[in-house]
């Protein structure tokens, strides 16, 4: 069976994607030991080739995407949330296109992995067509499913997790080392509110609850505008001498394995993240965690992962007491992880089997 992958955000610069495809990935040759793949992106080609090597990675020009569309069997939209326009319409109008293709092709849609973060986002026409061509979509959390559930004319709509789980069951973190603070800062382009008392409080939390050592953790190798390099950089010297900068997979190497760039994450005892990915990573490393409230992939994972949500424009006070929190807080069980896992295995059977129902001949 042939795949082909129409999300274009592989090779960007965010390992939490690298995570969740490599999840997926770990899962086919169980599932569909013949099935290849191509998937076309508009960044660099030779380091994806390296590192997934068992997916032909193309051009983005739309006469690549329409003839790897005409001779695939099944159009898959793996993984992130594609359905967000808050910031931008990119994603949505690259969605448009893919399915004008897929029609043009007679090609089944599927979606697998994905989120909702708001039900206004489904209110857009064009996300709502693109939604009703789908054969299927199976979410990475109950709260998408429920939201998608909603449309006005929708496929089957199933709930799972993340894909990742699949490959931080196989290739785990490092575990969690103790005293150290890992903290993963992004605000999508926008400002941290609450920077300044997170920063006056950590500073003062030495040593109770005893944290000796501090990481500044960029999932996101790219300086973008809110991100983790970016806020890094714009901090005073005298607050960068007292973080330690860590960028697993830092451009433009980043080549190597995916295991070998995890190697270098720099699990803590305690996790404050606003990254979704990395706080699933902290999960299997061991990590007690606090996830920055930032938008509602994070509350879905803190719900998931049963750990406390931290406002972000917390005072200093309020870090000080979920630091505190933390101290005594459990790391998630593995008996848990291990159920997460195989609930993103169930989901990727579930579309396997869905796909060879409805996969077509391929165009002439």
């Avoid at 998630?332 to 869905?354: I, Q, T």
Wanted: aromatic share 8%; net charge neutral; hydrophobic share 50%.
């Amino acid at each position: 069976m042939r795949f082909h992958l129409g999300h274009h955000f592989y090779g960007a610069g965010n390992l939490g994607d690298d995570f969740m495809l490599a999840g997926f990935l770990a899962a086919l040759p169980t599932l569909a030991p013949q099935a290849t793949f191509t998937c076309c992106v508009p960044f660099p080609l030779d380091p994806l080739r390296r590192r997934f090597p068992t997916i032909t990675w193309l051009p983005c020009d739309e006469p690549t995407r329409a003839k790897c569309i005409a001779e695939c069997d099944v159009w898959l939209g793996l993984g992130g949330s594609p359905f967000q326009c808050a910031l931008s319409r990119w994603f949505i109008d690259h969605l448009v296109s893919e399915a004008a293709l897929c029609r043009h092709a007679h090609k089944p849609m599927f979606f697998l992995g994905v989120g909702v973060q708001t039900s206004a986002e489904l209110a857009d026409p064009d996300v709502q067509r693109v939604c009703a061509q789908a054969s299927a979509i199976w979410t990475r959390d109950a709260a998408s499913a429920e939201r998608l559930a909603a449309l006005p004319s929708r496929p089957p709509i199933a709930s799972a997790t993340d894909l990742a789980h699949l490959f931080f069951r196989a290739t785990p973190p490092p575990a969690a080392r103790a005293s150290r603070l890992t903290l993963v800062a992004n605000f999508d382009y926008g400002v941290w509110p609450g920077e300044a008392a997170f920063l006056s409080a950590t500073r003062a939390s030495a040593p109770s609850p005893g944290i000796t050592e501090c990481i500044w953790l960029a999932q996101e190798s790219r300086a973008l505008p809110g991100a983790e390099r970016a806020l890094y950089e714009a901090l005073p010297r005298t607050e960068q001498a007292h973080w330690s900068l860590h960028i697993p997979d830092l451009l433009p190497t980043p080549a190597e394995s995916l295991a070998t760039a995890l190697a270098r994450w720099p699990s803590g005892e305690w996790l404050v993240t606003a990254r979704f990915h990395a706080a699933l990573a902290g999960a299997w490393a061991g990590s007690k965690i606090a996830i920055l409230s930032t938008n509602e992939k994070l509350r879905a994972a803190a719900r998931e992962l049963a750990c406390p949500l931290l406002a972000t424009d917390a005072d200093a006070a309020t870090v000080t007491s979920t630091l505190e929190l933390l101290a005594s807080h459990a790391a998630v069980s593995r008996a848990a992880l291990n159920l997460a896992a195989d609930r993103a295995f169930a989901a990727c059977a579930a579309f396997v089997s869905a796909a060879a129902r409805s996969a077509v001949a391929p165009g002439p």
